[in-house]
């Protein structure tokens, strides 16, 4: 019985504590000038899956590189990034970025 019990408890204990956090291939640029999100003033970090756009939490639009730049530039162009993450009260919280271009 003993054993039963444990095997459930490290049964739910895993499936409690799953992340939901994921690996995939975005579109990374400036939230406000090339995605048309509105929900803040400035230039913020966003990035765009699935035809919809979140802000970013984890990581800063200067993080990589000046975002003015004309020619990669988070304000200036769309770029392509592998990011691991979730989203969370409709922004997704990265834990990792990896730049494709």
Do not use: P, W
């Not at 499936?15 to 048309?36: L, P």
């Not at 400035?42 to 975002?67: E, K, P, T, W």
């Not at 990034?81 to 969370?88: L, P």
């Amino acid at each position: 019985m003993m054993k039963k019990l444990s095997f459930v408890l490290v049964l739910f204990l895993s499936f409690a504590c799953k992340n939901n956090t994921e690996t995939k291939v975005v579109e990374m640029s400036c939230g406000q000038c090339q995605f048309g999100l509105t929900s803040q003033k400035g230039c913020d970090l966003a990035v765009r899956f699935d035809n919809q756009a979140y802000f970013v939490d984890g990581a800063d639009i200067d993080d990589f590189g000046d975002a003015h730049d004309k020619d990669t530039g988070f304000c200036e162009a769309i770029r392509k990034a592998e990011v691991s993450g979730k989203i969370e009260a409709d922004r997704f919280k990265v834990s990792s970025v990896k730049m494709l271009d």
